[in-house]
């Protein structure tokens, strides 16, 4: 039997979007607090009897995040472009060889009212 398990992080970045007009909001720079959801689904491990460790997601994460957390997305290798879905797919992509098999999903919100997954369920 599976489980899946769920952990938020928050970072403040600068970003701008370059392929847009200039007359797009977005093509400005600003920030967002990025709300940054990991999504993991696997057995439970014994004897402690959880799938992973949320501790141990915490000081995983920390690297990848401190490359992100006040600084200008775009100055970021591979997010010269730093839309959501870039952004997910940029976190997928550096945090799926930390837990093997275990993450299935990154979420972004960029606002409370936006949500953005990479990959699809
Ligand atoms: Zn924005």
């Known amino acids: 039997m599976k489980y ?6 928050q970072i403040e970045s600068a970003r701008f979007l370059p392929h847009l007009s200039k007359d797009h ?32 997601i915490s000081s995983k994460m ?6 992100l957390d006040h600084r200008t997305l775009n100055d970021v290798p591979g997010l010269n472009n ?12 550096k945090a799926t060889p930390l837990w093997p098999g275990f993450l299935t999903r990154v979420t972004i919100k960029e606002t409370p009212l936006t949500e953005c997954s990479y990959p699809c369920a």
Request: include cysteine.
């Open 4 to 9: 899946e398990l769920k952990q938020q992080f």
């Open 25 to 56: 909001p977005c093509s400005r720079i600003h920030g967002h607090s990025f709300v940054i959801i990991l999504t993991f689904q696997g057995p439970l491990k014994q004897p402690e009897a959880w799938v992973i460790d949320y501790h141990e």
């Open 62 to 67: 920390q690297p990848l995040l401190s490359q």
């Open 82 to 93: 730093p839309t959501s879905e870039n952004l997910c797919r940029w976190i997928f992509e």
